[in-house]
């Protein structure tokens, strides 16, 4: 089945510590993206993608980097955790020839402790 | 600048009763408008988007929205709601120059009751 996929699913990791969440999708969308879900505020961008090569920062980059090795994958590296830092993370992509509709993973919650 | 406002944190409608959901923009156009929604541990699924012409749109699971320019709306409706409706929704402006931006809204949170 098209689309895309989160690993881990959830993770409890320890302050200070680098984790790297895994986003891969099989649609061959130009754009991806790394949001972060928190009560009551939305998803709120963390960065994203165009296309293959190039990355961007969203609204709350700080503590976050990205990659675009190839246009299927999109990792989200935490290089020292902190626990503001726990949320509930989705990856997405999109395509202009899509006209712009989103397509998510399934998230990946992540506790910092 | 860019917003989306669902002025509706949390709603509970009983089953069978139909259903509103609020949603407001600020965009200095005409943008794309779509609302998603997402069931407890999963990602977002796309319930329905306007992108131009008829401002009544329909979606899947028997959802429809309609787009008031006049009052910058996009309110999504359902006329009887199911237990399996209860879930998270979400607003969201595409910004019709650069596909790749959206502008989300906080959400609302739908209780069914029986």
């Known amino acids: 089945i098209a689309g895309i996929t989160q690993a881990p699913t959830s993770q409890i990791l320890a302050a200070g510590r680098r984790m790297t969440l895994r986003c891969t999708q099989d649609m061959r969308h130009n754009a991806m993206y790394w949001y972060r879900q928190d009560l009551g505020l939305g998803l709120r961008l963390i960065h994203y993608s165009n296309t293959a090569g190039t990355t961007g920062k969203g609204e709350v980059p700080d503590g976050y980097s990205v990659s675009r090795a190839n246009t299927d994958d999109f990792p989200l590296t935490l290089a020292s955790a902190v626990p503001s830092q726990t949320s509930v993370y989705f990856c997405a992509s999109s395509d202009q020839a899509g006209a712009n509709v989103l397509t998510f993973g399934a998230g990946s919650r992540l506790t910092v402790l | 600048a860019q917003s989306v406002t669902q002025p509706d944190i949390h709603i509970t409608v009983s089953e069978g009763a139909s259903l509103e959901l609020r949603c407001n923009y600020s965009y200095g156009a005409t943008p794309y408008l779509f609302w998603y929604v997402q069931s407890p541990g999963q990602g977002l699924q796309l319930l329905l988007k306007?992108?131009?012409?008829?401002?009544l749109v329909q979606g899947i699971k028997g959802f429809e929205a309609e787009f008031k320019r006049s009052q910058s709306s996009f309110n999504l409706r359902k006329p009887s709601v199911h237990w399996s409706d209860a879930a998270e929704y979400f607003c969201a402006v595409g910004d019709v120059y650069n596909f790749n931006k959206f502008y989300f809204g906080s959400g609302t949170k739908l209780n069914v009751k029986p």
């Open positions: 306007y992108f131009s012409g008829d401002t």
